[in-house]
């Protein structure tokens, strides 16, 4: 399949009322479009990383009565999953595609990184471009814009990362519904590309951590 990009039906999937409808339409329409963006990148990543690195389409398999309001491929270094470890995310909410670098609650070593964090804050606050997002829970779609995290924001993220059991840590792009990049699947590719580069320091200080 050549990646062609998404259409505004895609994300109007996630409008569908009830849990098999909605998994029907994720199942025909959009997860094969996930499929080949993950086999792409996973070549991608696996030269920037220096690692074998495996992409994981979301199967929803565990929803019994509501249906999903977001879909996703994630790519990790594990051939058996990724929510334990540094891994990379790009998917659809109804409003946007998300391009996302992040350590989710299962990761056992994300209390590590939020030091690792505090240690490379300053860093990583001039290295993140200002356009980009942080967010504190993969289930929201609710974001903090990178141009208003300064250093004492960056150190209390960290230390949530700490603290708190269900704490999380995503940082990447939004792409809204109605940008026209994301009907060029070629150009949207390399967007994805250029955000994952981007996030690679990120994802490096956390499997140091």
Not at 38 to 46: F, R, V
Not at 92 to 111: C, D, G, R, S
Not at 133 to 151: A, C, G, K, Y
């Amino acid at each position: 399949m050549n990646f062609q990009g998404f259409t505004s039906q895609d994300f109007d999937v996630f409008t569908i009322d009830g849990l098999e409808p909605r998994m029907e339409a994720i199942r025909t329409r959009i997860r094969p479009k996930l499929e080949v963006i993950g086999q792409e990148l996973s070549t991608y990543l696996s030269v920037l990383t220096q690692e074998e690195i495996y992409y994981h389409v979301a199967k929803h398999a565990r929803r019994t009565v509501n249906p999903p309001a977001d879909t996703w491929v994630a790519w990790s270094a594990n051939k058996r999953g990724y929510k334990a470890e540094p891994h990379f995310q790009v998917g659809l909410w109804q409003t946007h595609l998300f391009v996302w670098f992040a350590m989710i609650y299962e990761a056992p070593n994300k209390a590590a990184f939020g030091q690792e964090l505090k240690k490379y804050a300053n860093e990583i606050l001039h290295a993140v471009p200002q356009d980009y997002v942080w967010s504190l829970d993969h289930t929201q779609p609710n974001i903090i814009p990178h141009r208003e995290v300064n250093e004492q924001k960056m150190i209390e993220m960290a230390e949530r990362l700490e603290r708190i059991k269900k704490a999380e840590i995503l940082c990447g792009i939004n792409i809204d519904r109605n940008d026209p990049i994301l009907k060029d699947g070629e150009k949207l590719i390399k967007r994805i590309e250029e955000t994952l580069k981007t996030l690679h320091p990120l994802y490096r200080i956390a499997k140091k951590a």
